[in-house]
C-alpha cells in the first residue's frame, strides 16, 4: 500500500475515528517526517485531518452520500493544516467497508488539488476584483441611481439596511432599518404621514410585496442637511425566500418638483369647485330669498284683494286697502326689478346708454323723488354742490338716478324721524380738459351700521339685522346693484358708518364733458291739462284678456276712443282697413300669438298707406331690457313702454305721441 500513488488512509468509521493506517504520500501531504508527528498533528483521528473550518459540513456530506450510495463511495473537498501552518486543498475519495475485525472502516484515497482549487478562487476572484468590471458595475449601479438621491439595501427580515448609493462609508451607510425611518421620514403631521411611516415597516413592506414586486411610497423626508421634502420611495424585491421577500431594494427621489405642479393643478381644481359650490349656494340662498320676498308682498295683494270684495259697500275701506295693493304691487315691482337688474349686471348684459344730461336738470329730479319721502318721515333733506360741478355732463342718467336714489332711499328707510339726510355733490377737478371727477356723498345721522356689517353691505342679500332693518321692507339687494352699477361706471363706492351714529355713502365718477359745438337738446313743453287726449282714437293689439281690460279702462279714463286687437294681424288688418289718419296712436305687445309686435309694427310701416310712415306706435311690453327697447325702434316704432303700466306714464307717451296731431 505504501507503493500506490498518491495519498492512501484508513480510519474508523465510528467513534473517534481513528486513524488505522496512513501511507507516506499522506505524510508528506501534511509536511510530517514521522507517524509520529502526523499522530501528534491530528491527534491520530480523521478529524484532526480536517480544517476545523470544513469539518462539520465535510461529515454531514460524507455521511449523505454513504447512505444514499448503493457502492459506499463519497467524494468530498476539503482544506487540510499542513505541519508547518500551511493551508492546502485535498480532495478525498472515500469508500465505507464494513470488516468483522475492524468493524466500520473507510479507506479514502487522497490527493492535492490546491492549485486546482487557487486557480478556480482565482478566477472567481479576478471578476469582482478587476478593476475594469468594477468600474463598469459602479457606473452601471450608479446610471440607473442617478435618478434616486439615495438607494438602500434592506434586510427584511433581520431589519437591516444597507445604503448602496451615493457610496459612502459613514456610519449612516448601515444599521437598523426602522431607526432608519424614524430618522428619515418626517413625523409630520400631513397627507397622512402617520400611515406612510407604517407602511414602510419590514413586515409592511413584505405583505404588500407577497404579489407584485415593486410598491411606490410618497412621504415627507427630513433631509440630512435639515429641511423637509417631498419624496416617493420604491420599493422592488431583490430576494425572495419560498415566495416571501427577504431583501429588498428601496430607492427614493424628490418629487418636489411634481408635488409642486399637483398642488397647482389642484388648487385650480379647489378654487373651481369653490366658486361652483358658492355660485351653488348664492343660487340656494337666491331662491330662498325670493320665494320669501315674493310671497310676502303677493300675499298682502291676494288678502287684501279678497277683503276688498268684502268690503265694496265701504268706501273708506275700499280706498284703504287700494292703497295697501297698489304700495305691495309696487314693492314687488321693485323687488323684480332689482333681481333682474342684479342678473343683468351679473351675466355682464348690463349695457350703459351715454348721453347728454343736466346736472341741474338731475338733481332737481332727485330732490323731487326724495323730498317727499323725507317729508313723510319729518326728516329734513338738502342737496348741496360744491366747487364748479358742470351742468352738462356725458352720462347714463338713468343708472345714476339709480345709484343716488338707492343710497338716500336707504338714508331714508335707516334714519329715525326729524333726521337728517343730505347729499354734497364735489367737483374734485378735471383730468383733462374733456374729463371731469364729481364725488356724490349721502350723508345721514340714522341708525347706522357695524364695522362687521361695513364689509358685506354690498354684497347681495346681506341686512343688517337689527330692530329697525326688521321692521323696514328691504331685500338686501339694493347696495350690491349700487356697487355694481358704481362699477359699471368704473368708479368707486365706499361706506363709513357707526352705529346709532349714521352713515356716509361717498362714490366718485369720472364724466367726459360734451363738446360745445352739442347743441343741448330742446325741452319741449307741453301744455299739461287734464283731458286733453279726449277724442283721439287708439288701435291696441293685447292678447292678454286682462291686460286688455286693464288697457280699455285707463284709455276710456283718458276719454280715448279705441279697438282692441287679440294680434299682430289683426292690427294690422284694422289698420289697413281704417280710413288714413283714423287711428292717432298704435299700441303694440310684443309676445303675440300669429303676429308679434315687432312684425306688425313692420308691417305697419311697409304698408304703403299715406300715414304708414307717421302714425305714431309705441309697443307696450313686459320685455323691459335694453334689448328689447332697441329692437323696438329697429322695427319702426317711437317709443316702449314697460308693463307693468305705470298709468301717469303712459298719460305723458300719449300726450307726447299725439298732442299736435289731428
Ligand atoms: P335693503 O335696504 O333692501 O335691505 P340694501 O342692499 O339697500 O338692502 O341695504 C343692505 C343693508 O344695509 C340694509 O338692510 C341695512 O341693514 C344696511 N344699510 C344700507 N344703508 C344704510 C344706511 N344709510 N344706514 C344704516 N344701514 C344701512
Redesign the pocket.
Known amino acids: 500500500m505504501s507503493g500506490i500513488p498518491g495519498g492512501f488512509f484508513i480510519y474508523h468509521a465510528d467513534g473517534d475515528e481513528e486513524i488505522i493506517y496512513a501511507n507516506n504520500e499522506v505524510l508528506y501531504l501534511y509536511k510530517c517526517e514521522t507517524m509520529e508527528q502526523f499522530r501528534e498533528l491530528t491527534g491520530n483521528s480523521f478529524r484532526g485531518m480536517v480544517h476545523p473550518d470544513d469539518l462539520d459540513e465535510v461529515e454531514r456530506s460524507i455521511e449523505e452520500q454513504i447512505m444514499g450510495s448503493q457502492r459506499n463511495l463519497d467524494y468530498v473537498e476539503y482544506r487540510i493544516t499542513c505541519r508547518d501552518g500551511e493551508v492546502r486543498w485535498v480532495e478525498d475519495f472515500g469508500h465505507f467497508v464494513k470488516s468483522d475485525v475492524y468493524g466500520g472502516v473507510f479507506y479514502v484515497f487522497i490527493s492535492d488539488v490546491t492549485a486546482k482549487m487557487n486557480d478556480h478562487t482565482r478566477r472567481e476572484n479576478d471578476y469582482l476584483n478587476d478593476k475594469r468590471d468594477q468600474e463598469l458595475l459602479r457606473t452601471a449601479l450608479q446610471s440607473t441611481a442617478s435618478s434616486y438621491r439615495e438607494v438602500y439595501m434592506v434586510d427584511l427580515t433581520n431589519n437591516y439596511y444597507r445604503m448602496i448609493y451615493p457610496d459612502n462609508h459613514n456610519a449612516a451607510a448601515r444599521g437598523n432599518y426602522r431607526e432608519l425611518l424614524k430618522r428619515r421620514v418626517s413625523g409630520s403631521q400631513r397627507d397622512g404621514q402617520d400611515d406612510i411611516r407604517l407602511g414602510l415597516q419590514p413586515e409592511r413592506l413584505q405583505a404588500a410585496l407577497m404579489d407584485q414586486n415593486v410598491v411606490e411610497f410618497r412621504y415627507i423626508r427630513n433631509m440630512p442637511e435639515g429641511g423637509e421634502e417631498w419624496c416617493a420611495a420604491s420599493v422592488t424585491v431583490n430576494e425572495r425566500a419560498e415566495g416571501v421577500p427577504v431583501s429588498a431594494v428601496i430607492g427614493v427621489r424628490s418629487i418636489e418638483q411634481l408635488i409642486r405642479s399637483e398642488e397647482r393643478q389642484n388648487a385650480i381644481l379647489r378654487d373651481a369647485l369653490l366658486q361652483a359650490q358658492q355660485a351653488n349656494a348664492a343660487k340656494n340662498m337666491f331662491l330662498a330669498n325670493m320665494s320669501h320676498d315674493i310671497r310676502t308682498p303677493m300675499n298682502a295683494i291676494v288678502g287684501f284683494s279678497t277683503l276688498l270684495e268684502n268690503e265694496a259697500e265701504n268706501p273708506e275701506k275700499v280706498r284703504q286697502y287700494a292703497q295697501r295693493i297698489t304700495s305691495s304691487s309696487r314693492h314687488l315691482l321693485g323687488l323684480i326689478n332689482d333681481v333682474l337688474d342684479m342678473s343683468r349686471i351679473e351675466s355682464g348684459n348690463m349695457a350703459l346708454s351715454v348721453d347728454r344730461m343736466s346736472m341741474r336738470e338731475f338733481l332737481k329730479e332727485i330732490s323731487t323723488i326724495i323730498l317727499p319721502q323725507a317729508g313723510k318721515k319729518g326728516q329734513h333733506f338738502e342737496i348741496k354742490t360744491h366747487g364748479r360741478v358742470p351742468d352738462w355732463i356725458l352720462g347714463d342718467q338713468l343708472r345714476l338716478e339709480q345709484v343716488l336714489i338707492?343710497?338716500l332711499t336707504?338714508?331714508v328707510?335707516?334714519?329715525p324721524e326729524g333726521g337728517h339726510i343730505e347729499l354734497d355733490v364735489l367737483d374734485c377737478g378735471q383730468r383733462s380738459p374733456s374729463y371731469v371727477h364729481l364725488r356724490f356723498i349721502?350723508t345721514?345721522d340714522?341708525?347706522?351700521?357695524s364695522e362687521e356689517?361695513q364689509k358685506t353691505?354690498f354684497d347681495p342679500f346681506?341686512?343688517?339685522?337689527?330692530s329697525l332693518?326688521n321692521k323696514?321692507?328691504?331685500?338686501?339687494?339694493?347696495?350690491?346693484?349700487?356697487r355694481n352699477l358704481v362699477n359699471l361706471m368704473s368708479g368707486t363706492i365706499s361706506v363709513k358708518?357707526k352705529k346709532d351714529e349714521?352713515?356716509t355713502?361717498t362714490v366718485d365718477l369720472e364724466f367726459a364733458l360734451p363738446t360745445q359745438t352739442e347743441e343741448p337738446r330742446p325741452d319741449t313743453t307741453v301744455e299739461d291739462t287734464e283731458r286733453v287726449l279726449v277724442g283721439k282714437r287708439i288701435l291696441a293689439a293685447e292678447d292678454n284678456e286682462l291686460n286688455a281690460e286693464i288697457l280699455g279702462e285707463v284709455l276710456k279714463l283718458e276719454g280715448v276712443n279705441y279697438d282692441i286687437a287679440q294680434d299682430g294681424a289683426k292690427a294690422v288688418e284694422l289698420f289697413l282697413n281704417s280710413p288714413p289718419g283714423w287711428y292717432d296712436m298704435i299700441l303694440l305687445d310684443i309676445q303675440m300669438p300669429r303676429m308679434n309686435g315687432y312684425d306688425a309694427a313692420v308691417a305697419i310701416r311697409a304698408s304703403g298707406r299715406p300715414d304708414a310712415g307717421t302714425v305714431p306706435i309705441a309697443a307696450m311690453t313686459a320685455n323691459a331690457f335694453t334689448e328689447d327697447v332697441q329692437r323696438a325702434i329697429n322695427s319702426g316704432m317711437n317709443e316702449h313702454i314697460s308693463k307693468p303700466i305705470d298709468i301717469a306714464a303712459l298719460h305723458e307717451t300719449f300726450k307726447r305721441l299725439m298732442i299736435g296731431r289731428k
Open positions: 338707492n343710497l336707504n338714508a328707510k335707516y334714519t349721502v345721514d340714522g341708525i347706522g351700521m356689517f353691505i346681506t341686512r343688517e339685522v337689527s332693518t323696514v321692507q328691504g331685500t338686501g339687494l339694493g347696495m350690491a346693484i349700487t358708518s349714521g352713515s355713502f
